[in-house]
């Protein structure tokens, strides 16, 4: 097992552990969660060695061997296979040494060779590249050529192939397509090890952790269950310590005025030293925190178009290499749409050229006269001046604005006091991304372009977005691994695959089960199924696209109802809450309270008519799609 007894570990001035402890048991596949900075990679420095605690005890059986995941990928003209081959040190070991033995030692060393399975390592290799979404003809190219996204990819498909009973996995999601990362959950349930994963992402979380430890402050806390089961007991635990604190808190004050009351009589003086006493030992209970650090605002345009944008007959692609073809798609005010399809399909081609940042190679682009675009990917972090600040980035984009009202907005996306006039060259990926946001949401977009948002940003900033993006009424088009976000913010995906793009006929789960068998699939039956002719191929993509126009006025009218149902459930919970209050039918508020009970009635009729018309719209589009 792995033990830490009484860790205190400083980085700096900074404390990142005090006096912590934690038991971790072997074959636990264990969650390891905090916020950005909070000393999570840290401790897997401690865990492998590389340094040591300012006081305490950290044990790691000294059998057990450890494979961890580089966060960084020297350029080399080694290939790809060969570079995830490297992973299994033994193997590599043996395999030289078979070359040139002699004699009685090549029987032995044949038999360990085979022993560690050293026979099908290649096999081994292959499979993990094939998972990791790296198509055959990359396996033989150099570690150099590829980018540093697919260079982690190639780091954790390394860290896989050693043999090991201690995993440590840092962030291994981020680069990760929802393919890779579901292909990546089954071989990581499978692995019988140890495992120690470092993510911010909650759906990776719950498919993979059977234990939760988090940093909180300076301690560290064990938590039994995935993701959700954490979250529901640190819900309990909150809950608990919140009412501890509230009854401790009327104590202290029965005492403090008893003791102001009393001390100066003699008759009393004696029990009014008790009571000081009782204070002075009394162990003082914190009150219980749970809100987020962040409280995001997505402000949208008042002024749209419908639609808001369309392409027509579109060919997409770069430098007159097309990607896409025959794409036909519109996007309407208030439409959420999520983007499915493995890397390098073509999502973020897609997303480019709506955004008008990628010119179309044949078609046309038609954008509403009040089209306002937001658009957030990964490389317009770069752009950032890192010589600014963020209040700087704010004002020059609205010179106008006051600079309260610049800090007043950058304090919900985390930059107060002093963060929002520091210089962005000092600012984490996180930071960087959360500026990005910020810099669009102060523009009032009424459609948003999102590519991978959630990289480099911990849980509560996903959170944090999830819930601004429930409540931004503008549309959305999101491409992200992260499936709680998708699940929470999106009402239709479509897919991209096979150069062209189609609507996907259902969720998540599906996609899920469908992206598996895809990795079951014989490699000659997936050749097979993309050799469709073209004009095959041209033929089905038109009547998809007609199809798919017929039946947007009817999903739109589905997702408005939705959208409604949900509002009007929010009105009345928050209206029954009041009713709960006992002071709401004292006499004097009688009107009041015939006010809350007539608005009662008419939301529910309203609900329920809207979910009558739900009903029949749903019908209707099942009928429809057969």
């Not at 560690?116 to 150099?144: C, K, N, S, T, W």
Request: net charge negative; hydrophobic share 40%.
């Amino acid at each position: 097992m792995i033990q830490l007894s009484g860790v205190r570990l400083a980085r700096g001035p900074r404390i990142l552990l005090e006096d912590a402890s934690l038991t971790l048991h072997t074959g636990e596949h264990v969650g390891i969660i905090g916020a950005n900075g909070c000393g999570k990679s840290t401790m897997f420095s401690l865990l492998r060695g590389e340094m040591h605690a300012d006081a305490g005890d950290v044990s790691v059986p000294p059998a057990w061997r450890i494979a961890s995941m580089a966060q960084e990928v020297a350029a080399s003209d080694r290939s790809a296979l060969d570079f995830v081959l490297d992973g299994d040190t033994e193997y590599r070991t043996l395999e030289a040494r078979m070359e040139h033995a002699e004699g009685a030692e090549i029987g032995e060393l044949h038999a360990r060779f085979g022993a560690i399975d050293g026979y099908r390592a290649p096999m081994r290799a292959h499979e993990l590249l094939d998972g990791l979404g790296f198509a055959p003809q990359d396996r033989l190219r150099a570690v150099r050529e590829f980018s540093g996204g697919w260079r982690i990819r190639l780091a954790l498909a390394r860290t896989l192939m050693c043999p090991s009973e201690l995993m440590l996995l840092d962030e291994p999601t981020n680069h990760l397509d929802i393919d890779a990362l579901v292909w990546l959950e089954a071989w990581l349930q499978r692995y019988p090890g140890t495992l120690l994963i470092i993510s911010h992402d909650r759906e990776f979380l719950d498919n993979v952790a059977t234990r939760i430890v988090s940093f909180e402050g300076t301690k560290l806390s064990a938590w039994r269950g995935n993701y959700s089961a954490f979250e529901l007991q640190r819900a309990e635990r909150i809950a608990a310590q919140q009412g501890a604190f509230e009854k401790q808190q009327t104590r202290i004050a029965e005492i403090e005025r008893f003791v102001a009351r009393f001390k100066a009589k003699a008759t009393k003086a004696r029990q009014a030293q008790s009571r000081v006493k009782e204070l002075e030992r009394m162990t003082r209970i914190a009150p219980a925190h749970i809100d987020s650090p962040f409280s995001l605002r997505l402000p949208c345009s008042e002024k749209v178009s419908t639609p808001l944008l369309t392409v027509a007959r579109a060919t997409l692609g770069h430098a007159g290499a097309p990607i896409l073809s025959g794409v036909e798609i519109g996007i309407m005010p208030g439409e959420r749409t999520g983007l499915l399809g493995a890397n390098g399909a073509g999502k973020s081609t897609l997303i480019r050229s709506i955004a008008g940042e990628l010119p179309l190679l044949a078609g046309e682009r038609h954008a509403g006269e009040h089209l306002r675009v937001g658009y957030f990917a990964q490389h317009q972090l770069e752009a950032l001046d890192h010589s600014a600040s963020p209040l700087l980035h704010v004002q020059r984009i609205s010179k106008e604005a006051s600079e309260q009202s610049i800090r007043d907005f950058l304090g919900g996306y985390g930059f107060h006091g002093e963060q929002a006039t520091a210089t962005v060259g000092r600012f984490s990926g996180g930071e960087q991304a959360r500026l990005a946001l910020a810099l669009i949401a102060w523009r009032k977009p009424n459609l948003l372009l999102l590519d991978e948002p959630t990289n480099h940003l911990d849980l509560e900033m996903r959170h944090a977005l999830t819930v601004a993006l429930q409540e931004y009424p503008g549309a959305v088009l999101l491409v992200s691994h992260d499936r709680h976000l998708l699940k929470n913010t999106v009402d239709a995906f479509w897919l991209v695959q096979d150069g062209c793009v189609r609507e996907f006929d259902g969720d998540l789960e599906d996609y899920r089960k469908l992206s598996l068998e895809r990795h079951r699939s014989a490699p000659d039956a997936a050749a097979g199924s993309a050799a469709t002719s073209a004009p095959a191929a041209r033929e089905n993509r038109r009547s998809a696209a007609e199809r798919r126009e017929q039946l947007r006025p009817l999903k739109q009218r589905i997702a408005t109802l939705e959208r409604q149902m949900e509002k009007h459930q929010q009105e009345l919970r928050a209206l029954e809450e009041r009713l709960a209050d006992p002071a709401i039918y004292e006499n004097s508020r009688s009107a009041e309270l015939q006010q809350l009970l007539r608005t009662q009635g008419t939301l529910r009729q309203q609900l329920e008519e809207n979910e009558e018309a739900w009903l029949t719209a749903s019908e209707e589009l099942e009928r429809e799609t057969g």
